[in-house]
């Protein structure tokens, strides 16, 4: 059964039409990457997906919740669903593990103790744990996006959102924060990645989704979009991504 | 990145001798007040004396005024002095009732930006994260308040409405050094008033935290609400200091205004000595002298604030 389906959604900004009928789905620990130009809808599709932002019609499934209803709780919902930022969204105000343990308390209700352990393991897991007590400012734009990403595994979220999460980086920090995906990846995490990070596309996805003014063109595993596209608009972005180097 | 004007009156205060200076001031406040308040009568230093005997001093004054007389031009700079002693001398009687107006002066101001505080944080809340009604709300009560004078504030409260005879019910109230009941009105009209300008401060500072906070907040689970309250307040309040310390050097000052609707706070002391004395310029210059002294505390006090909640990349000094 699939974890995720995504099914004729629909959404709009005021009269801009952003999403246009997209439908896709993920199996559990399916990587999946969104690709596609600059306002194609990427963002506000995994936006969508953890109700930060509200579809028009259509219909998204986590396991048997149904995700677009009114009455869902979409406090629960996060939960399950965690999300990296592109700017990191580190909460400024509180260190490496206080971003931590700040959900681990007021949202999983685990007392001081637990959550600050729970935390350690997790800044372990994306190779910060001697970071703990520093705060985002006193880190570099890489530890900070590891730190994002540990703040989400935390939650035990059954699916992980990436909204771009190397491109606020310089390039010489974008490979440890692809290394800690490619990781996770490895050990199972079901993640919907929106990135043009062609290396990790390659290495761990396991579907790319080419998406353009709000529809999907194309959809298939990275050696078929890459080497063989079907359509020419999916050929021709990739040919110019592949051209501006590994962005 | 404050967006209030940088208010440190402390840059440069906080020296050693003016520390040494305040640290005098306040210790003598302080013993003064415990003598005069909590000792029995009995064992206590008589609370209308100055502990320093004013003759000894006058005394000086005068021989320096003579010895100044008797030197001619050159002895002006003596003359200064003996003018100087002659001013310590006439205000060393007054001292006791000043110090007892310093103490409502100072719980009329820390009352009235704590209280304050307490609205101002709600009313600013729901200026940036309200609806439309509550944001209509919360932005009506802080033009009406800062729309209007304070004085007319005070006196819509103390003359205006039946809040003096409720007040006066509430058992203790003027009872031993329990202030009376229009001590009480001036710490609701404070707290109103002071309530609207903090809560524009602490917007102005919640404005200025990323929405990138908030949505981060909520995407780990947390509500609205929560995000808030842990995310949000902890970063803009941090911001807000500045203005707040801003709102304490006026409320010291703006406080004067109780005197009006009869609370015996400082400047009323200074007044109605004078009138009794007619040594106004000295008794206002004494009464100036006061509130220059707390004002200054009130500014390195915030800035200690400050420094203590300074976190990397948020508040403190050594921001951009």
Avoid at chain 1, 90 to 96: E, G, N, Q, S
Avoid at chain 1, 179 to 192: D, F, K, R, S, W
Avoid at chain 2, 216 to 240: K, N, T, W
């Amino acid at each position: 059964m699939s974890l995720l389906t995504v099914d004729d959604v629909y959404q709009s900004y005021g009269d801009e039409q952003v999403l246009k009928g997209v439908s896709f789905g993920m199996d559990r620990g399916d990587v999946d990457v969104l690709m596609g130009p600059s306002g194609s809808g990427k963002s506000t599709m995994l936006r969508c997906i953890n109700r930060l932002t509200e579809v028009d019609s259509g219909d998204i499934r986590l396991n048997d919740t149904l995700v677009t209803a009114p009455d869902t709780d979409v406090n629960d919902l996060r939960q399950q669903v965690g999300m990296v930022f592109q700017d990191f969204n580190l909460f400024a105000h509180l260190t490496a593990l206080g971003n931590i343990t700040l959900g681990l308390k007021r949202v999983r209700g685990l007392d001081r103790d637990r959550a600050r352990e729970q935390a350690i393991d997790h800044l372990e897991q994306v190779g910060l744990a001697d970071q703990a007590d520093a705060y985002p400012a006193e880190l570099s734009g890489g530890q900070q996006q590891r730190v994002g990403i540990a703040r989400a595994l935390a939650m035990e979220p059954k699916l992980l959102l990436f909204d771009e999460p190397t491109s606020a980086l310089d390039p010489e920090l974008v490979g440890e924060v692809v290394t800690v995906m490619e990781e996770l990846a490895a050990g199972g995490m079901t993640m919907l990645v929106v990135s043009h990070e062609m290396g990790f596309a390659r290495s761990a996805a396991d579907d790319i989704h080419f998406l353009d003014e709000g529809r999907v063109v194309e959809s298939g595993p990275p050696e078929q979009l890459f080497e063989q596209p079907e359509q020419d608009r999916t050929a021709s972005f990739l040919s110019g991504l592949q051209s501006n180097g590994d962005r | 990145m404050s967006t209030v004007e940088d208010v440190s009156v402390a840059d440069g205060v906080d020296t050693p001798w003016a520390l040494l200076a305040l640290a005098a001031f306040w210790g003598w406040l302080a013993v003064r007040w415990g003598n005069d308040f909590l000792l029995p009568e009995s064992v206590a230093f008589p609370s209308d004396q100055p502990f320093v005997p004013v003759a000894p001093v006058a005394g000086a004054a005068d021989s320096l005024g003579s010895v100044a007389g008797s030197l001619g031009p050159v002895g002006a700079p003596i003359d200064v002095l003996a003018g100087l002693f002659g001013f310590v001398a006439g205000s060393l009687p007054h001292l006791p009732a000043l110090a007892r107006g310093a103490w409502l002066t100072i719980v009329l101001t820390v009352a009235g930006i704590a209280l304050g505080f307490v609205l101002a944080v709600p009313l600013s809340v729901a200026r940036v994260y309200g609806g439309r009604g509550l944001r209509w709300l919360s932005l009506s009560y802080t033009e009406l308040i800062r729309g209007t004078p304070l004085l007319a504030q005070l006196f819509v409260l103390y003359f205006g409405l039946p809040l003096t005879q409720v007040i006066r019910e509430v058992p203790g109230v003027g009872v031993g050094f329990v202030p009376a009941q229009a001590f009480w009105v001036a710490v609701i009209a404070f707290t109103l008033n002071s309530a609207a300008y903090q809560a524009e401060y602490i917007r102005s500072a919640l404005s200025s935290v990323d929405a990138g906070q908030l949505t981060a907040a909520r995407a780990v689970g947390l509500s609205r609400i929560e995000g808030i309250r842990y995310v949000v307040l902890p970063q803009g309040l941090r911001y807000a200091i500045p203005g707040w310390s801003n709102e304490l050097v006026y409320l010291i000052k703006y406080s004067s205004l109780a005197a009006f609707i009869t609370v015996r706070e400082l400047f009323f002391r200074a007044d109605a000595i004078a009138n009794d004395t007619f040594r106004y310029t000295e008794l206002f210059l004494l009464a100036a002298l006061f509130y220059l002294a707390l004002v200054i505390s009130a500014s390195v006090f915030m800035n200690w604030v400050e420094e203590r909640t300074a976190i990397p990349g948020i508040g403190g000094r050594q921001r951009a």
